[in-house]
């Protein structure tokens, strides 16, 4: 049995869950949610997210698993060529703790003519995120 519901997955290694959650789960205020493992599974992290969900995985036990992996972790920094893109609410408040916290920014905070608010961003361990918020249309009264 999947440790997720969804039909699909995609699995990203990353060097500290604790920071990743507090990226995603505290910063993004995503679904992320600790897995229950198996003995001697490793530990991760789950987004559940309509049909796929995001893995995270620490680096250490990927290499343990698929130890012909271990080297391509030191050829290729993590997040080359990798662009997640999230729906959110609030991005304000969103740039701001991502500025807080110094995280790098790509694109600011950009009200786009196609109807969303938009900001690109690295999350810590190198992935480009996209997150838009869509703009609410002002009622006429």
């Known amino acids: ?7 699909h997955s ?5 060097a500290q869950l604790v920071v990743t959650e507090a990226f995603y789960a505290g910063i ?20 559940d997210m309509a049909g796929l969900a995001i893995i995270f ?11 012909l992996l271990a080297p391509r972790f ?4 993590k997040g080359i060529g990798v662009t997640l893109h999230f729906a ?6 969103i740039r701001d703790a991502i500025m807080e916290e110094g995280l790098e920014v790509l694109y600011p905070l950009e009200i786009k ?9 690295f999350d810590p361990d190198g992935y ?12 006429k009264k």
């Not at 995120?129 to 002002?138: H, N, Q, R, S, Y």
């Open 10 to 14: 995609i699995q990203l290694t990353v």
């Open 128 to 139: 480009l995120i996209v997150l838009d918020e869509t703009i609410t249309p002002v009622q």
């Open 1 to 7: 049995m999947n440790a997720h519901s969804s039909p």
């Open 28 to 47: 993004l205020d995503l679904p992320v949610r600790r897995s229950f493992t198996a003995k001697g599974a490793p530990d991760h992290l789950v987004i």
């Open 113 to 121: 003519p196609y109807g969303v608010k938009e900001m690109w961003c």
């Open 88 to 93: 959110v609410t609030a991005i304000e408040d």
């Open 74 to 77: 030191s050829m290729f920094p």
């Open 57 to 67: 995985v620490e680096e250490p036990d990927v290499s343990r698993a698929h130890p």
